[in-house]
């Protein structure tokens, strides 16, 4: 609206929406809040929000006693690995779809884009057994295949729009003024496009992050990512809170803030531009 | 160097034609403007020519050369497009620049030819700007400097003024004149705008269809256009077309009878016409004058007035709306009734079949080259 | 811009994405709908024999499976309810200027990006336990009974969880379909003087059909396949109380070994599947001509 609200309503409006947010938002608020306490506070009832010794010990212990860092240089590995991978093919394809459309071209995307629509148990057994019989079973390069082939869809789909996004004469002009392929794709191309990569290769990063199909099954402790590594905590031993609190902290925080700047790409990658 | 000749080019998507054949001549520092409607081919054309289109068949020469095959960036020729499509990424200097880092040349005399273009198109206090920090009238320079400083063959302008504003579009389209003048190299330009044709061209190619219409100077295609379609294209307002029907054909001309009585003996050749044929009279609203009598009357519906012309809509008895342009200090009224009088000089004829009938006397003017043509 | 030297490249480009997305399904498709006609168990391997149709016989009499088929149903459109509605009042909430806008937006996205096993151990243990979790102390505060959730509610529990992480998901598109609404739309209809719900329900709500529809159909398809939250908090118990049919399918595999009977749940899984993904490519084919 052009015109000023009536500060009335703004303060109502303000007020439930930040009750809105802050309960949607609360369950992750408390996690951190208890990731602070020592596991009798964490567990203590009635919960004790602010007033108890803020201690930072479960950081520790949970990188002591379970090796945090590995698990979360599994997550970066994998997440990062299969983002890189499915560029390398998705970068081409997206490229020719998007300035070479053919008459099969639309039909093309639906059909990789309908891939990301299988179930993943309908190849559950069969990735298992051929990954077992392959040595490939809690392996990172195994997962790494496995993650970049999920969402190869969605990066050709997100690239294939960001393309499209470009002035097919910009190019042209490239063209007319000598440019080879090789030399418009390097020095006109790329440049511009890069936004769109880089917002690409985020959510890419997010969705592998936080993948926990896969991961779960065929993984068991060299190449379990954090998804894995918090699974851990379902079947616990004593007092656990805490250290769950710390280490879901840990595992969400790169995750998030990643999150705040991919919004845009979350609706356009995951709708397949059905909204705008 | 700069001449191009197209033999029998055709251009096909899929199953729809745009192209069907075609064969023009452009001669070396011509400046030739495609002109026709929405449709009508001539950016196709053009694209072709650029190389940035394949041809469904035909062959394209420049200075004798066959370049039907060869890409885009071999064909020595530059291109303005109507986006300006400026490398948004670049800086200005880098914009105009980059066909000659393509080339491979040295970064001086890069440097060197960049500044001398910026220092022409007015652009060297802007040469480290972004394009998005530009105008349109800004944007517009840097794509002609890019354009002007490979030293091209030809250049080819696809309706670089459409996107901008009236007034800006009249002085850039003075600068791309001088442009010409000063540089001397062939250029083809596309528009829809038969002003820009009029004042820009050597020579006006009219497309309609993929098919050239008729080619020639200005005055010769506003003087002795060769169909209906190329009378009614070039001029503004629109060229008055009346159905009329043939009295009389002898050598000095054929007399046609107007609707409401009159008549008048237009001086164009009898030998395919007799009476009682239906033609069309066509005549500009420029030279319809009004007076106390004349061969048409009629009452006027509405008046536009410009300051220096007027333009009156008149409705005659039993016709359709006849549109005169006349003296900025008519006084003439909203339902007045007023008769025009037709020099039959300025008279066109078209058969039923919509093409001109050929005139006795050729226009002094309709010869005459364009200022610019040196040779 | 198609010239004829660029359009063979442009097939090449394009080959090996195609080439490796076309195994990836083809492949363990194939090999599962071949397993599923076997008999075949991992704690007796190489005794394999052809059965034909009998796994899925007894898949599909088996009361595990309709257990199952019935939470699916019940999760997913449980789910569904929760998300739709609630992505629309809080982004019409979101639509409107209020302080602070900015801030409360990343607080309603945030549930999203949390990866599931973090979710679903939170909400079991920090919130929803009976005695120290918050909605207990929520609950005994207004002077009512707790609920064990895993106990007594454990599908709606687990559902509880999803709709959490999906929520921002639905608001995100609803919220952009909302500021998609033109404004000059909004000030006709104040011209001539529309109350506001009805501005809602006969202007703001026809154009987010599509969105909603968008929303239901994508969720649907990510939703039949929740399966971390249950792995990791209750195992699809108590007793099949939360196995849905996927883990329906991992149970038989991965846990009692029997790969002829859980590849023919995995093609049922898929067939069902297929049957949403028809509709969804349809409705977004369409839009790819626009």
């Known amino acids: 609206m052009a015109r000023a609200t009536s500060t009335q309503r703004k303060v109502v409006t303000t007020a439930s929406a930040w009750l809105v947010g802050l309960l949607i938002f609360f369950p992750i608020l408390w996690m951190v809040i208890t990731s602070f306490k020592t596991e009798l506070d964490a567990f203590a009832t009635p919960p004790k929000f602010l007033f108890f010794e803020w201690t930072t010990e479960n950081y520790g212990i949970v990188q002591e006693r379970s090796d945090y860092l590995r698990f979360a240089l599994n997550s970066i590995i994998i997440a990062g690995g299969s983002t890189l991978l499915s560029l390398v093919f998705a970068v081409p394809a997206a490229w020719a779809m998007a300035f070479q459309p053919g008459k099969r071209t639309k039909d093309l995307l639906m059909w990789m884009l309908s891939t990301k629509m299988m179930p993943p148990v309908g190849a559950l057994i069969p990735i298992y057994l051929l990954f077992r019989d392959a040595g490939l079973l809690d392996s990172r390069v195994g997962l790494i295949a496995v993650l970049c082939l999920l969402d190869l869809p969605i990066v050709v789909w997100l690239l294939y729009t960001y393309f499209k996004e470009i002035p097919g004469e910009i190019l042209e002009a490239s063209r007319m003024d000598g440019a080879t392929l090789w030399r418009e794709i390097v020095y006109v191309l790329t440049p511009m496009a890069i936004p769109g990569i880089a917002s690409t290769l985020l959510l890419n990063v997010i969705l592998a992050w936080n993948e926990a199909f896969w991961t779960l099954n065929l993984t068991t402790s060299d190449a379990a990512p954090l998804t894995v590594f918090i699974a851990s905590y379902s079947s616990p031993e004593g007092l656990f809170w805490a250290k769950l609190s710390a280490a879901s902290t840990m595992a969400i925080a790169p995750i998030l803030v990643l999150g705040w700047f991919s919004q845009r790409q979350l ?10 | 160097m700069g001449k191009i000749q197209l033999k029998g080019v055709s251009k096909s998507f899929g199953t729809v034609t745009i192209i069907p054949s075609l064969d023009l001549d452009i001669d070396d520092g011509e400046f030739v403007v495609f002109v026709g409607p929405s449709g009508c081919g001539k950016s196709t054309l053009l694209r072709l020519i650029a190389g940035l289109e394949d041809a469904s068949g035909g062959k394209i020469e420049i200075d004798g050369l066959d370049v039907t095959e060869v890409p885009p960036a071999k064909r020595a020729l530059s291109m303005v497009f109507q ?11 880098n914009n105009i620049g980059f066909g000659l880092k393509m080339a491979g040349q040295p970064k001086e005399v890069i440097r060197q030819k960049v500044e001398k273009a910026a220092a022409v198109l007015n652009l060297t206090n802007y040469l480290d700007r972004k394009p998005r920090q530009l105008s349109g009238g800004q944007r517009q320079r840097v794509a002609i ?50 002003v820009e044709a009029m004042t820009l061209a050597d020579k006006i190619v009219v497309l309609h269809a993929g098919v050239i ?6 005055l010769e295609l506003y003087h002795h256009p060769v169909n209906l379609f190329v009378a009614g294209f070039i001029g503004s307002p629109k060229m008055n077309f009346v159905a009329t029907t043939v009295r009389a054909a002898d050598p000095q001309g054929v007399t046609v009878e107007l609707p409401g009585g009159g008549a008048v003996a237009v001086p164009v050749k009898a030998d395919s016409v007799a009476a009682g044929a239906k033609v069309t009279l066509g005549v500009r609203p420029e030279h319809l004058k009004p007076a106390d009598r004349g061969e048409l009357s009629g009452d006027v519906i509405v008046t536009e007035r410009l300051g220096g012309d007027t333009v009156l809509y008149l409705r005659p008895a039993g016709g359709a709306m006849i549109v005169v342009q006349t003296d900025g200090n008519s006084t003439t009224r909203v339902n007045d009734r007023i008769a025009v009088q037709i020099d039959p000089e300025t008279c066109h004829l078209f058969g039923a079949d919509g093409r001109a009938i050929p005139r006795l006397r050729r226009h002094p003017l309709a010869d005459m080259q364009h200022p610019s043509q040196a040779h | ?39 075949y168990n991992l704690l007796d391997p190489g005794n394999e024999s052809f059965v034909g149709l009998l796994n899925y016989e007894y898949f599909l009499t088996d009361p595990a499976f309709f257990a199952a088929l019935g939470n699916t149903l019940k999760l997913v459109g449980g789910i569904l309810v929760l998300t739709v509605v609630g992505g629309i009042l809080f982004a019409l909430l979101l639509d409107q200027p209020f302080f602070g806008r900015g801030i409360v937006r990343l607080m309603v996205i945030a549930p999203f990006f949390v990866m599931p096993t973090v979710s679903a151990l939170v909400w079991k243990n920090l919130l929803m336990h009976p005695v120290s979790g918050m909605f207990a102390w929520v609950a005994k505060s207004f002077g009512l009974q707790p609920i064990d959730w895993f106990a007594e509610a454990p599908l709606a529990a687990v559902g509880l969880i999803v709709s959490w992480q999906w929520l921002p998901f639905a608001t995100l598109i609803l919220l952009t379909a909302i500021q998609s609404l033109d404004q000059e739309q909004k000030e006709a209809a104040e011209m001539d003087g529309t109350p506001a719900l009805s501005f809602f329900f006969y202007i703001v709500l026809p154009h987010l059909a599509r969105a909603i529809t968008v929303v239901i159909l994508i969720e649907t398809i990510f939703l039949l396949n929740v399966f971390a939250e249950i792995l990791v908090t209750t195992g699809g118990g108590p007793g099949l109380q939360t196995t849905n049919i996927p883990f329906l399918v991992y149970a038989q595999a991965l846990l009692q070994f029997d790969v002829g009977g859980a590849s023919a749940g995995g093609i049922v899984a898929v067939v069902l599947a297929n049957i949403v993904a028809f509709f969804l490519v349809r409705m977004i084919g369409k839009n790819l001509e626009g």
Do not use: C
Request: aromatic share 8%; glycine share 4%.
């Open chain 1, 267 to 276: 609706v356009r990658g995951l709708t397949f531009g059905a909204v705008k």
């Open chain 2, 213 to 218: 219409e008729q080619a020639g100077t200005p």
């Open chain 2, 83 to 93: 986006s300006y499509a400026l490398y948004p990424h670049m800086s200005v200097r």
């Open chain 2, 145 to 194: 400097g890019r354009a002007i400083v490979r030293e091209p063959k030809a250049f080819l302008f696809d309706e670089p003024l459409s996107n901008l504003d009236a007034a800006l579009r009249v002085q850039m389209r003075l600068e791309i004149a001088q442009l010409h003048q000063s540089l001397d190299t062939t250029m083809i330009y596309v528009t829809h705008d038969q």
């Open chain 3, 1 to 39: 811009m198609a010239t004829r030297h660029s359009r063979t490249r442009a097939h090449a480009a394009v080959a090996p994405s195609v080439l490796v997305l076309f195994l990836w399904m083809i492949v363990p498709l194939g090999m599962t709908i071949w397993f599923s006609l076997l008999r």
